[in-house]
T-cell receptor, first 114, second 111 residues
Framework: SQTIHQWPATLVQPVGSPLSLECTVE??????LYWYRQAAGRGLQLLFY??????ISSEVPQNLSASRPQDRQFILSSKKLLLSDSGFYLC?????????????FGEGSWLTVV | RKEVEQDPGPFNVPEGATVAFNCTYS??????FFWYRQDCRKEPKLLMS???SGNEDGRFTAQLNRASQYISLLIRDSKLSDSATYLC????????????FGAGTRLFVKA
């Protein structure tokens, strides 16, 4: 069966510090991968998605970036965090090929920028 | 207008009650539909897909009305453990597929 893991689960970072969140998927090949953010009491915002290694699409311009160095690895980064970057970050995957596939989420990473 | 709209609630219901959530979507190119459940400070998890003919999974019934661009989720015999936020999700065919999440409806089931 397929599993998805992301880490760290929680982190507190000062403004201006870098960020790296990692996500891996097991049990499937060539998945579509996503990074979402959920601010407190708000809906999910798609940040990035990837349909293959090195292929990243950005949905929202901001100081975050994403990379996909391996087929089942997705990384969210920032060089300098802002207070507004605080939130719940979720990595997710869906199967490639068939349109409208279900999205499955990792456990999430709580980021507090202070 | 938001692409997917839900009543944010919260809905406060006693155990055993029947509760219904509604969701409307604006894009007629929407092709597949889901309900997710999200517990406090946890990731969303798939509750059920929504099919045109309507579908049921135990105490949960989902319905789709394409003409009105409307999706519903009915929970019968509510349990304390049903307390969560329920997210309406729509996949839109638009040069590929785009998944849109509603902001969610909060449900509190009380003893």
């Amino acid at each position: 069966s397929q599993t998805i893991h992301q880490w760290p689960a929680t982190l507190v970072q000062p403004v201006g510090s870098p960020l790296s969140l990692e996500c891996t998927v097991e049990g499937t090949s060539n998945p579509n991968l996503y990074w979402y953010r959920q601010a407190a009491g708000r809906g999910l915002q798609l940040l990035f998605y990837s349909v293959g290694i090195g292929q990243i699409s950005s949905e929202v311009p901001q100081n975050l970036s994403a990379s996909r160095p391996q087929d089942r690895q997705f990384i969210l980064s920032s060089k300098k965090l802002l207070l507004s970057d605080s939130g719940f970050y979720l990595c997710a995957w869906s199967a490639t090929g068939t349109a409208g596939n279900t999205i499955y989420f990792g456990e999430g990473s709580w980021l507090t920028v202070v | 207008r938001k692409e997917v709209e839900q009543d944010p609630g919260p809905f406060n219901v006693p155990e055993g009650a029947t509760v219904a959530f509604n969701c409307t979507y604006s894009n007629s190119a929407s092709q597949s539909f889901f309900w997710y459940r999200q517990d406090c400070r946890k990731e969303p998890k798939l509750l059920m897909s929504v099919y045109s003919s309507g579908n049921e999974d135990g105490r949960f019934t989902a319905q789709l009305n394409r003409a009105s661009q409307y999706i519903s989720l009915l929970i019968r015999d509510s349990k304390l453990s049903d307390s969560a936020t329920y997210l309406c999700v729509v996949n839109i065919a638009s040069g590929g597929f785009k998944t849109i999440f509603g902001a969610g409806t909060r449900l509190f089931v009380k003893a």
